[in-house]
């Protein structure tokens, strides 16, 4: 009898909001292998280092600054061509997932799949293991340890400033007997920690869920409590994005006002963010496009459609996944005063992805007949029997909050004027998240702001 292979990816994004720390519990006693994460200097606080006197003690802080800084590099410091094949699968897999939103806010968090498909593919064979190395744009296995292990530590960080952290787990049933050299290449490649217990017991489901809250902030306790795994589950893979840091120059609270969204099925009223600073502006034939930095990491972006263009359409269109993944390289720019308004909204979404999935070419592993697990265990056969996506993400004046969880048991812009543009989000838009390697961590599409 094809057993159950369950699949459950969780990502979290928080800008400057802050959540709640989750004590260990429940999962400790299931815990096989705990992941080591690399160490890291903290930050240093500048108040510390101010004087009664008011004299600021530079040394100190150049030390300590130091220390951060050689951490900081050496996690951002990956191999030449790391990100090779990443633009072909991104490309890919976004408009495959966003295309389709019937009018609804939508968002997804490709490097949080990416991450869950290279595990995937580590635990499947044969063509099973070909179809997702085809969708990742990979050669084989080895490569993809390279890229999948640069492509953790180029997003990793903790250093009180800044949090992004890609976590990854097994969750293994206590029948079945695994292979050790497949549970060591994910320990060594992917970071993940391993659990074993008994499938759909309520304390093995607790365990899980205890864990996630612990990876995500606790900002996922309701949709984590939902989470539970079959008996008949052989293994559930976990993966997770945290993210957090700030706004560099976050929006003041007495610029937001109300004004009008344009939303598909009419006008509705909501709080604008208002802030003018000289930045970049783009502009291309069918869009134009702001980003905002976040302090010690990536950008937010800001992508609005011409009029009668909708954001589906742009995302449809090669050009915009090439402007986006070229940090806006590939539109005409100019540096100039930015008058920029972005509406406060929240957006959640839920989609499956087995059929993406298979639209992109990933077929076997959701067949009994076909599916090949056979690096992981030679116990008994399994198959994907579901693959789940769910996202949020939160905008406000201190900054952006944004989750996500998958389960697996896809008219021409004219130049600004010479010195300064209103650049207003009052009509559905598309949102991305960039980590510090310009990588997407989110990926959305407001249709209507909601907060």
């Given at each position: ?134 969708l990742l744009d990979c050669n084989d296995i080895n490569s ?308």
């Open positions: 009898m094809k057993r159950v292979i369950a699949i459950l990816l969780i990502s979290i994004n928080i800008i400057s909001l802050t959540a709640c720390t989750q004590k260990a519990g429940e999962n400790e006693k299931y815990q096989v292998v705990a992941a080591e994460y690399p160490s890291m200097a903290k930050y240093p606080d500048e108040s510390k280092y101010t004087k009664l006197n008011g004299d600021f003690d530079s040394d100190g802080f150049d030390k300590v600054y130091d220390a951060w800084w050689a951490d900081r590099k050496k996690q951002m410091d990956q191999p030449d061509g790391y990100r090779d094949g990443l633009d072909s699968y991104l490309s890919t897999l976004v408009p495959q997932l966003l295309s389709e939103t019937g009018g609804e806010n939508k968002a997804c968090s490709p490097i949080n799949i990416y991450m869950a498909l290279a595990m995937l593919a580590e635990v499947t064979d044969g063509n099973s293991r070909s179809q997702i190395l085809n993809l340890h390279e890229k999948a292990s640069a492509v953790w530590n180029a997003n990793y960080c903790d250093d009180g400033a800044v949090t992004s952290i890609l976590a990854n787990s097994l969750w293994m049933n206590d029948q079945i007997k695994f292979k050790q050299n497949t549970l060591d290449s994910l320990a060594k490649y992917y970071y993940a920690s391993s659990f074993r217990g008994e499938m759909g017991s309520a304390a093995y489901d607790k365990a899980l869920q205890e864990w996630i809250n612990q990876q995500t902030g606790g900002l996922l306790e309701e949709q984590a409590s939902k989470l539970s795994m079959d008996p008949e589950t052989i293994l559930a893979l976990v993966s997770t994005i945290y993210f957090r840091t700030k706004w560099d120059g976050e929006f003041s609270e007495s610029n937001t006002k109300q004004d009008t969204f344009h939303a598909d099925n009419g006008d509705v009223t909501c709080d604008f963010m208002h802030q003018s600073n000289t930045n970049t502006y783009y502009w291309s034939e069918r869009f134009s496009a702001a980003a905002k930095k976040l302090e010690g990491s990536g950008y937010m972006w800001f992508i609005r459609p011409d009029e009668g263009i909708t954001p589906e359409e742009l995302l449809a269109d090669e050009h915009t996944m090439e402007f986006l993944l070229s940090s806006g390289e590939k539109a005409e720019s100019k540096f100039l005063m930015v008058n920029l308004a972005v509406p406060k909204f929240d957006v959640a979404s839920d989609m499956e992805l087995k059929k993406d999935l298979m639209n992109l070419g990933i077929t076997d592993i959701f067949d009994p007949e076909t599916a090949d697990f056979s690096p992981m265990t030679d116990d008994t056969a399994a198959y994907l029997s579901q693959a789940k996506h769910a996202v949020r993400v939160a905008v406000d004046e201190e900054g952006v909050t944004a989750a996500a969880y998958t389960v697996m048991m896809t008219a021409g812009a004219c130049a600004p004027p010479e010195e300064e543009v209103d650049f207003i989000l009052n009509r559905p838009f598309i949102f991305a998240i960039t980590g510090t390697d310009g990588l997407p961590l989110f990926v959305g599409i407001v249709h209507q702001p909601q907060v």
